[in-house]
C-alpha cells in the first residue's frame, strides 16, 4: 500500500509519469504532457480508442495541492488495478497530476496567489458579491492573518472566541458562509478566490472544452480530502447535474452523496464543467463529481477544528510565528486535515477510492462486463 503515497511532489509526479508505460498496455499511442505553472509542472497522460470516441474518463487530482497526494493514489491504484476493466476499445482516459502543482509542493491547499482554485472558476465575475457578508469587515481578524503568532495556545483562544456561537459576532457562521462562497475581499484571506482567472483554471477549462468537443460523454472524477464522515468516501455534485441526492445514490450505489447549489458554492470547477456543456455542447452527456475524504467528521466540534486549522496555517504562513511549537503543531493539524499519516485512513483512501471509482464507471458503462 505504501508506495501509492508519496511524501513530496517531486516523488509523486515521478511516480505518476512513470505509469505511462502501463497505460501503454492498454492505449499503444498514449502520450504524456507537462503543463508548466509557477515553479512546477500540471502533467497529463492521455490515452485514447483508436475507433469511435464515445466516451472518456477524465481524472484530476491536487486543485487543493496537499490534498492531491490521496487523489494521486487513487489514481496509480486505477491504473495498476483497474484500467484493464475499462473499455479501451471505446474510451479514452485522461488523467491529470497536479492542478495546482506549487500547493502540493509546499502542502498548501491555495496556489502560489493564495487562491483556492474551487473558488476561481467564477462564471460571471462582474456580478461576484464583493462584500460577501457584511460582517466580513468586523471580522476580518478571522479571515485575514493579523500579526506574527506569539503564542500557540493563545492564538488558539483567541480564534475559538470568534468561532464560538452564542456571541454577538458569529464568526462560525460567516467562516461557513465563506466555505462555500469563497471571499473575494482579502487576498491574504483565507478561502480566497481570486481576482481574475488563474493559470491552473486556464488550463483546465482548455480540457472542458477539449474533452467535450471531442467525446460524446465524459465523466469527471475530481479528487480531495477532508470533507464528509472520517474515513470515508463522499461524492459532490452541483445541481447543474439536475439528479437529486437519492437519485444519485441510487445509480452509483455510493452512502455518501451531497449536492450543492452553484448559487451558495461560487467558483467550483465541476460546476463550471456543466457550465461549459450547458453553453457550448448541450447535446453531449457530462458526468463531473468531486470525491473526498472525511478525515475530521462532520459534527460541529470537526467544523470547528477545521476553521481553527486553516485560520492558523494561513497566519502562519503569511506572518509566521516565534514559537516553535506553534509551528509544529499547526503543520500537524493541518496535515491532519488533509493528509494524514493515519494507516487506517489511507487503507480508507484506497478502499473506498477503488469502490468508487468501480461504482462510477459500471453505472457508465466504462466498465467491461464479465
Ligand atoms: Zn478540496
Request: aromatic share 12%.
Amino acid at each position: 500500500m505504501s508506495h501509492y503515497f508519496s511524501s513530496s511532489y517531486e516523488e509523486s509526479r515521478e511516480k505518476f509519469l512513470g505509469l505511462l508505460d502501463t497505460v501503454k498496455h492498454y492505449y499503444p499511442s498514449a502520450r504524456s504532457m507537462s503543463h508548466t505553472i509557477e515553479e512546477g509542472t500540471i502533467d497529463v497522460i492521455i490515452g485514447e480508442p483508436p475507433g469511435s470516441r464515445e466516451l472518456v474518463l477524465l481524472m484530476t487530482i491536487g486543485e487543493h495541492g496537499i490534498e492531491g497526494y490521496a487523489g494521486a493514489a487513487v489514481t496509480h491504484q486505477f491504473v495498476e488495478t483497474q484500467l484493464q476493466h475499462v473499455r479501451h476499445e471505446s474510451t479514452g482516459i485522461c488523467l491529470i497530476h497536479a492542478v495546482n502543482p506549487w500547493g502540493m509542493k509546499h502542502f498548501r491547499r491555495v496556489n502560489e496567489h493564495n487562491v483556492d482554485l474551487n473558488r476561481n472558476y467564477v462564471i460571471d465575475r462582474e456580478s461576484l458579491p464583493r462584500n460577501v457578508n457584511k460582517e466580513y469587515e468586523v471580522m476580518r481578524h478571522l479571515f485575514v492573518p493579523d500579526g506574527v503568532i506569539d503564542d500557540y495556545h493563545e492564538a488558539r483562544e483567541h480564534i475559538y472566541s470568534f468561532l464560538g456561537s452564542g456571541i454577538k459576532l458569529d464568526g462560525f457562521e460567516a467562516m461557513k458562509e465563506a466555505k462555500g462562497m469563497g471571499q473575494y475581499q482579502f487576498p491574504k484571506g483565507v478561502y480566497y478566490g481570486g481576482e481574475a482567472d488563474e493559470p491552473s483554471a486556464i488550463f483546465i477549462k482548455e480540457v472542458q472544452h477539449d474533452l467535450l468537443e471531442r467525446y460524446d460523454r465524459v465523466v469527471h472524477m475530481d479528487w480531495h480530502t477532508a470533507l464528509g464522515p472520517t474515513n470515508e468516501v463522499t461524492m459532490v455534485v452541483s445541481e447543474r447535474d439536475g439528479r437529486d441526492v437519492d437519485t444519485l445514490k441510487q445509480t452509483y450505489g455510493l452512502a455518501n452523496v451531497q449536492t450543492y447549489d452553484p448559487q451558495d458554492v461560487l467558483g467550483d470547477s465541476t460546476n463550471h464543467f456543466y457550465y461549459v456543456r450547458d453553453t457550448h455542447y448541450p447535446d453531449k452527456r457530462l458526468v463531473s463529481a468531486l470525491f473526498e475524504f472525511g478525515t475530521f467528521g462532520t459534527s460541529t466540534k470537526a467544523t470547528i477544528r477545521e476553521f481553527l486549522t486553516i485560520i492558523l496555517e494561513n497566519r502562519l504562513y503569511f506572518e509566521g510565528t516565534k514559537d516553535p511549537t506553534a509551528r509544529n503543531e499547526i503543520r500537524k493539524e493541518f496535515m491532519a486535515m488533509f493528509y494524514p499519516e493515519d494507516a487506517a485512513w489511507r487503507e480508507a483512501v484506497l478502499a473506498e477510492g477503488a469502490k468508487a471509482v468501480e461504482h462510477v464507471l459500471r453505472a457508465e458503462e466504462l466498465w467491461r462486463a464479465r
